[in-house]
């Protein structure tokens, strides 16, 4: 009989208490901020369906830029926002040295040389289909041609400057492919964070609004490249497959729905982990947010440490600027 040995709400009492139990913390530095630029100058372009988040020319960004390094955020995840008129089959704006992200990334690192910067290797901002690689006659992503582009892709980016690329293709075996590039052309320090278990998710649809390849993509699917979100034993496979490619960092993708992920990974394999509260896990809360429904704050926050307990080292977050600025009041 442990009651009323045992009282757990003694520990609740008071402030203090609560605070040398509590296990998990959350600081500005467990947040990286996604970031969405396009061509012009001085533009910032609301995107509908994600309030709050804008389209930024890149002085604008580097603005952007310095309020989340003000605000002791270590990171940036950085999307570029490709005009109609450069977008192909064969995806060639992807690694062009004076391509808007390798542009970005150059006046990034230029502004703020510690600021980490972490480019988004994949094709589907680039190509006339919004898919995340080449497709064939049948409209089939084809996997080794599309490493190919990748590795142009991805080693045009730390020539720019990127500390960090990240692929979110998930085609097999490109974190191989790109390391062993990386090597050779002397990138020895470009660190790879892959999006090792990402699922073919409903919840990326703001992100395809803000990237302008939702109307590309029209109604297809990622469903043969991206996992099942059935599938829970599939993802400690992508994920020890690209540990053994090369991979720093590994990340699953979303984050709220797929937290049992998010916790497997870091027992298994013990690795930097990051999770991407991505955009319809954004637009959701924002939603319920400007109905009322929702205190933002609290739920922001909470939401944020559940991704955290669940095992993730640092958190992607539309509401990196806004958590940051809560967490340091
Ligand atoms: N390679 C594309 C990419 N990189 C990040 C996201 C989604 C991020 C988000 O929804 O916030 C996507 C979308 C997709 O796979 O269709
Ligand atoms: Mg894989």
Known sequence: MAYPHTRLRRMRRD?????????????PSDLILPVFVREGRDVAEAIPSMPGVERVSIDRLVRLAEQAHGLGIPA?????????????????????????????????????????????????????????GLVDDRG???????????????????EAGADVVAPSDMMDGRVGAIRAALEVDGHVNTRILAYAAKYASAFYGPFRDAVGSSGNLGKGN???????????????????????????MVMVKPAMPYLDI???????????????????????????????????????????????????????????????RWLRA
């Open 15 to 27: 402030a203090f208490s609560r605070a040398l139990m509590r296990e998990t913390d959350l600081t």
């Open 140 to 158: 089939y992503v084809v996997n080794d041609a599309t490493v190919e582009a990748l590795v142009k892709q991805a080693i045009s980016h730390a």
């Open 262 to 324: 998010v916790r497997r990974v870091k027992e298994r394999f013990g690795v930097p982990t990051l999770a991407y509260q991505v955009s319809g896990e954004y637009a959701m809360l924002k939603a319920a947010f400007a109905n009322g429904w929702l205190d933002e704050r609290a739920c922001v926050l909470e939401a944020l440490t559940g991704i955290r307990r669940a095992g993730a080292d640092a958190i992607l977050t539309y509401f990196a600027l806004d958590a940051a």
């Open 76 to 132: 940036l995840a950085l999307f570029p926002v490709t005009p109609p008129e450069a977008k192909s089959l064969d995806a060639s704006e992807a690694w062009n040295p004076d391509g808007l992200a390798q542009r970005a990334v150059r006046a990034l690192k230029q502004a703020l040389p510690e600021l980490g910067v972490i480019t988004d290797v994949a094709l589907d901002p680039f190509t006339t289909h919004g898919q995340d």
């Open 222 to 248: 990622k469903y043969t490249y991206q996992m099942d979100p059935a599938n829970g034993d599939e993802a400690l496979r992508e994920v020890a497959l690209d540990l053994e490619e090369g991979a720093d």
